[in-house]
């Protein structure tokens, strides 16, 4: 009862909705005959409290009501903090270029940022949603090649790999790693990340050929003299 700045020896033979109006409509419910549960929030904005309050008729007495408040101020604050969390991570997720996605041990998608959903629509025409099978993304001549690669990570191993395809008939490259997700010592499924690496690989052919173009025309320069 301290929640409602109210002492116990005062409140009985009072009406509820006296000292705490915002049960009226709970009240209302529970005669005519339903359970009502409610969620409620009071105390200052800095340092709020929940509870959930039950109400339901009384079988043995008519016209009577039984109810009973469950404090949940705690449950309530950590599950906000756990939707920062996941609002922050999101936010984190989708604000990179780079497409990052996980998997589970059954090799269906667990979490994706909103680069390789883009990636799966534009290369593969498909949507991704959580608890697709990764292979649904996988093209045939390559599909055992991916399946090998995970199973590495599954495996515990960390590492990053090159890979090139087709995008609106260019080739383009990424540069993929992969990580293990780790529960305590339990690998409960991995994470990607891929990076496109497309301008930098041309820039390294670019200076491939200029420089196998120079040592032509030295060898050229040579055998001139």
């Not at 009406?15 to 529970?30: C, G, N, R, W, Y």
């Not at 593969?124 to 991916?146: A, L, Q, Y």
Request: hydrophobic letters at 40%.
């Amino acid at each position: 009862m301290q929640r409602f700045d109210a002492g116990g020896e005062n409140l009985i033979g009072q009406p509820a909705s006296e000292f705490f109006s915002q049960i009226v409509p709970d009240i209302e419910k529970a005669r005519s005959g339903d359970v009502a549960a409610t969620e409620y929030r009071g105390g200052e904005s800095s340092s709020p409290w929940y509870f959930q309050n039950y109400l339901f008729p009384d079988m043995f007495h008519e016209g009577h009501l039984i109810g009973f408040a469950l404090d949940i101020t705690e449950r309530v604050v950590v599950e906000e903090e756990l939707r920062r969390s996941q609002a922050n991570l999101a936010a984190v997720f989708d604000s990179t270029t780079d497409s990052i996605w996980a998997i589970d041990l059954d090799y269906r998608v667990m979490a994706y940022n909103t680069s390789f959903a883009n990636y799966c629509h534009v290369i593969h025409n498909k949507d991704v949603c959580i608890g697709i099978p990764i292979s649904t993304f996988m093209s045939e001549e390559r599909e055992e090649i991916w399946l090998q690669l995970y199973a590495r990570a599954f495996a515990g191993e960390i590492f990053s790999i090159e890979s090139d395809t087709l995008i609106r008939g260019e080739k383009a490259y990424f540069e993929i790693n992969f990580n293990p997700v780790k529960d305590g010592d339990r690998i409960i499924g991995i994470v990607m990340f891929s990076k496109n690496v497309t301008e930098r690989k041309r820039t390294e052919e670019t200076l491939k050929e200029n420089l196998a173009t120079l040592n032509a025309v030295l060898e050229s320069t040579d055998n001139s003299i």
